[in-house]
């Protein structure tokens, strides 16, 4: 039982490419999560999924796309990268309640120069 | 509008002493629930403890205490017993209904440093 994976842990880029992280959970969970983490900022979401086929906005989302490919993975694609970009990346995995908790994968470190 | 407020960038603590880290919350949903996450130096989020709004008691983990004065919208943490181990950055976040994803809302954190 891995819980939630994320790949790559690290990546470089330049303005202007694109690249699509990868996020699998292991749990059955219906819904799924893409926050970024910047210096004194905490986590801000980006997109979520509520369920397979669904995507919604979170507070940052200019700059991403997002696919529920289904119940297990979800990717978050940046299509044409700038260096605001530069951040952590989490992605996160729910079963459904209000108690429940959120789990997190290890994050992605994404430099972009 | 932000949600949580963190209001203490750093803190420090001696080993064996108790630190309160605070966190107050902006919300006019009726259900909603409050969180705490450790994020130690090696960067992966880790889940403390759990506070629903219509609980009744304060929430307890362990070395782990939540605070919850709802009418004062506020839910800090207690770390009793400090260990070396527990320097890390600490976050409180907050979820809302069914309409937001039950994503979670996070404050900006709480450095903690526990001392010899």
């Known amino acids: 039982n891995a819980g939630v994976t994320q790949t790559p842990k690290f990546q470089v880029l330049k303005t202007g490419q694109s690249m699509t992280l990868q996020c699998a959970q292991d749990?059955?969970?219906?819904?799924m999560y893409w926050y970024r983490q910047d210096p004194g900022m905490g986590l801000r979401l980006i997109y979520y999924s509520a369920s397979e086929g669904t995507t919604d906005k979170g507070e940052v989302p200019n700059g991403y796309n997002v696919s529920r490919l289904n119940k297990r993975e979800f990717s978050l694609r940046l299509e044409s990268a700038a260096p605001s970009q530069t951040s952590v990346y989490f992605c996160?995995?729910?079963?459904?309640?209000?108690?429940?908790?959120?789990?997190f994968g290890p994050g992605t470190r994404l430099t972009v120069l | 509008a932000q949600k949580i407020t963190q209001t203490q960038p750093g803190m420090f603590v001696q080993e064996k002493e108790a630190v309160t880290l605070d966190c107050t919350y902006d919300?006019?949903?009726?259900?909603?629930?409050l969180f705490w996450y450790k994020q130690p130096s090696s960067g992966e989020m880790i889940f403390l403890i759990y506070?629903?709004?219509?609980?009744?008691q304060n929430a307890t983990e362990g070395r782990y205490s939540l605070n919850f004065q709802k009418a004062r919208k506020s839910a800090n943490l207690v770390i009793s017993a400090s260990q070396l181990g527990d320097s890390a950055m600490y976050f409180c976040a907050m979820r809302e209904g069914q309409n937001s994803g039950y994503a979670l809302n996070f404050g900006k954190g709480t450095s903690l440093l526990v001392t010899p």
């Open positions: 506070q629903g709004s219509y609980d009744q």
């Open positions: 996160a995995s729910l079963r459904d309640r209000l108690a429940d908790t959120q789990y």
């Open positions: 749990m059955n969970h219906n819904s």
């Open positions: 919300t006019s949903d009726p259900s909603y629930g």
